[in-house]
């Protein structure tokens, strides 16, 4: 038979160890609160991300507005998006500030922005000395 007297002497090791592993315990629980703090935030950032790559480019032919997923398009990808395009018509990109206007051909390219909608109109073939 174990005495109080033999056991009061492995209480306070016991005791200590305990402690130990409630310190070691709490200090692994505060890592894992970080990690799942920093993986949080991480996957914000990666919905943010998503959400603004799935957010189309949009751009206007006058008043009338088109989106695309395409950050770049050539003048004659941008017309084959107008119902009716007139054959022979240009298309000109409205300059931005003091930018003048130009016309886009067929087989240039132009970049989209999402935050900045370019705006085209469409111009009719030019009949100078036309009478």
């Given at each position: 038979m174990v005495t109080?007297?033999?056991?009061s002497e492995d209480v306070p090791d016991d005791l200590e160890k305990a402690r130990k592993d409630l310190q070691r315990a709490e200090s692994e629980l505060a890592e894992a609160r970080e990690?799942?703090?920093?993986?949080?935030?991480?996957?914000r950032k990666?919905?943010?991300e998503i959400e603004e790559a799935a957010r189309?480019?949009?751009?206007?032919?006058?008043k009338e507005e088109f989106?695309?997923?395409?950050h770049r398009?050539?003048?004659a990808q941008i017309k084959a998006m107008v119902p009716n395009w007139q054959a022979g018509y240009g298309l000109?990109?409205?300059?931005?500030?003091?930018e003048p206007d130009r016309i886009i051909a067929d087989h240039e390219v132009v970049?989209?922005?999402?935050?900045?909608?370019l705006h085209f109109i469409s111009v009719p073939p030019a009949t100078f000395g036309a009478r």
């Open positions: 109080n007297a033999e056991c990690l799942e703090h920093r993986a949080e935030e991480g996957i990666a919905e943010k189309p480019y949009i751009f206007f032919i006058g989106e695309t997923h395409h398009l050539t003048g000109e990109l409205e300059g931005h500030g003091d970049q989209l922005h999402k935050h900045h909608p």
